[in-house]
């Protein structure tokens, strides 16, 4: 168990619509990290924040939005959903940025 | 941009070594990560390596050779349950990201 906790653990919904992932980090870790695996592609960078600040953005589309709370927790949104959104999404939290990445349990994202 | 290349399968017995490589090339380089990851599971932290030469912990070792962009993850005494993927991870000076290769998706038959 890293500590970095991710929830809904699944999550199957229709194409058009949106959700809200929410990602929990390790106690006192600043850093969240969100990325995306899909069957086909490795771990795709997202997105980070640092401390509820935007500190660098990845692969991530429109779409999609984050952001991180006052009590560090964060939330990815993902909307107009997609077939080839469906993947798994993992949220990893450090002390500070560039430090090792502890990952969630990810939630698992199926779109119909 | 970044690369990063691994081997996208390998096999080994019960009880072997094993090494996996991953050659990258990236500007500012700034640290290479080895996780574990079990499929539909999440990746979990084996090593760093941020200066040349050998990192030792238990059975695992990673090493790095920051001029030929060169690592690789040597696993030894080899256990079922370390059949898995393994996955190369780069960190670079400008971002404070990692960028992941594809991964090793090892398997170990008895």
């Known amino acids: 168990d890293s500590g970095v906790t991710q929830t809904p653990k699944h999550l199957i919904t229709a194409t058009g619509q949106r959700v809200t992932l929410r990602c929990s980090p390790r106690?006192?870790?600043?850093?969240v990290y969100w990325y995306q695996q899909s069957l086909d592609q490795g771990l795709q960078f997202l997105i980070q924040?640092?401390?509820?600040?935007?500190?660098a953005k990845g692969n991530i589309l429109e779409r999609f939005s984050a952001q991180q709370f006052p009590d560090l927790h964060s939330e990815l949104n993902l909307s107009s959903l997609e077939l080839g959104d469906s993947a798994l999404y993992f949220c990893?939290?450090?002390?500070?940025?560039?430090?090792?990445?502890?990952f969630g349990p990810g939630t698992r994202l199926t779109v119909l | 941009g970044q690369n990063i290349d691994q081997p996208t399968e390998m096999t080994a017995t019960e009880g072997a070594i094993v090494q996996i490589n991953c050659t990258y090339q990236t500007s500012g380089f700034n640290g290479l990560f080895w996780y574990q990851q079990h499929a539909g599971e999440a990746p979990t932290f084996l090593s760093y390596?941020?200066?040349?030469g050998l990192e030792e912990k238990g059975r695992f070792s990673s090493f790095l050779s920051r001029s030929k962009g060169y690592s690789y993850l040597l696993l030894k005494e080899l256990q079922m349950k370390d059949s898995a993927s393994y996955l190369c991870?780069?960190?670079?000076?400008?971002?404070?990201?990692?960028?992941f290769g594809s991964g090793t998706r090892l398997q170990v038959q008895p």
């Open positions: 991870a780069v960190r670079n000076t400008g971002r404070r990201a990692l960028t």
């Open positions: 390596n941020v200066l040349d």
């Open positions: 990893a939290s450090s002390p500070s940025a560039g430090d090792t990445q502890y």
């Open positions: 924040y640092y401390n509820g600040e935007e500190r």
């Open positions: 106690s006192g870790d600043l850093s």
